[in-house]
């Protein structure tokens, strides 16, 4: 499997290999830049208020450092229906293990062994839905992130997207001195 393919702007920034201006013409022209459109609207999908003013902050965001496109509106409007959906997931998970703690605590004051008769069935059955929640709520997480890092919303994704700013500092003549001199200076 060959290595992934770097933009021209990084190779020449780490300075490993050096291309004449035909080679740089010819990369640059193959290489894949986004349209960018400043004034996206947001997707029908997102009906509520908030998920749009979301789109529109993160469309821009994405579009200063260059890495959005167009085609990339829909995929940001999956982004956001799934991190409300994780939001959700969150609360209800947050509700389900308060209501598992409070039994125990009751349960607890009021003597009663957990690990006998249908206390043991009862304390199952709330640890089985503490259990299928927090499974729901990892595998939508594990999606988010994925779509996350599709459109460069972590930091190892945007540090792998980053390039550097080559500093091209103006070479001295050490001749320039010679030429002061001679001047009769």
Same mark, same amino acid.
């Not at 409007?77 to 959906?85: D, G, P, S, T, V």
């Not at 009751?106 to 299928?132: C, H, M, P």
């Given at each position: 499997?060959?290595? !992934?393919?770097?933009?021209?702007? #990084?190779?020449?920034?780490?300075?490993?290999?050096?291309?004449?201006?035909?080679?740089?013409?010819?990369?640059? %022209?193959?290489?894949?830049?986004?349209?960018?459109? %400043?004034?996206?609207?947001?997707?029908?999908?997102?009906?509520?208020?908030? $998920?749009?003013?979301?789109?529109?902050?993160?469309?821009?965001?994405?579009?200063?450092?260059?890495?959005?496109?167009?085609?990339? %509106? $829909?995929?940001?409007?999956?982004?956001?229906?799934?991190?409300?959906?994780? #939001?959700?997931?969150?609360?209800?998970?947050?509700?389900?293990?308060?209501?598992?703690?409070?039994?125990?605590?009751?349960?607890?004051? %009021?003597?009663?062994? #957990?690990?006998?008769?249908? $206390?043991?069935?009862?304390?199952?059955?709330?640890?089985?839905?503490?259990?299928?929640?927090?499974?729901?709520?990892? *595998?939508?997480? $594990?999606?988010?992130?994925?779509?996350?890092?599709?459109?460069? #919303?972590?930091?190892?994704?945007?540090?792998?997207?980053?390039?550097? !700013?080559?500093?091209?500092?103006? *070479?001295?003549? *050490?001749?320039?001195?010679? *030429?002061?001199?001679?001047?009769?200076?």
């Amino acid at each position: 499997m060959s290595k !992934q393919r770097e933009p021209t702007a #990084l190779v020449q920034a780490k300075g490993l290999k050096h291309f004449t201006k035909g080679e740089i013409e010819m990369r640059e %022209a193959r290489e894949v830049k986004p349209n960018f459109t %400043a004034e996206m609207m947001p997707p029908k999908v997102l009906t509520k208020r908030t $998920d749009r003013e979301t789109f529109k902050a993160i469309w821009a965001a994405l579009g200063e450092i260059g890495v959005i496109g167009d085609t990339d %509106a $829909d995929v940001l409007a999956q982004f956001i229906l799934i991190r409300r959906q994780v #939001l959700t997931l969150q609360k209800e998970y947050n509700k389900v293990v308060a209501e598992r703690e409070r039994f125990i605590k009751e349960n607890e004051k %009021a003597g009663i062994n #957990l690990y006998q008769g249908n $206390d043991f069935i009862e304390y199952g059955n709330r640890e089985k839905i503490v259990s299928t929640v927090e499974t729901r709520l990892r *595998k939508t997480r $594990d999606q988010m992130l994925s779509y996350a890092k599709s459109l460069c #919303l972590t930091i190892d994704s945007r540090c792998r997207i980053q390039v550097p !700013q080559v500093i091209v500092e103006e *070479k001295v003549n *050490k001749f320039e001195r010679f *030429k002061q001199v001679g001047n009769g200076e």
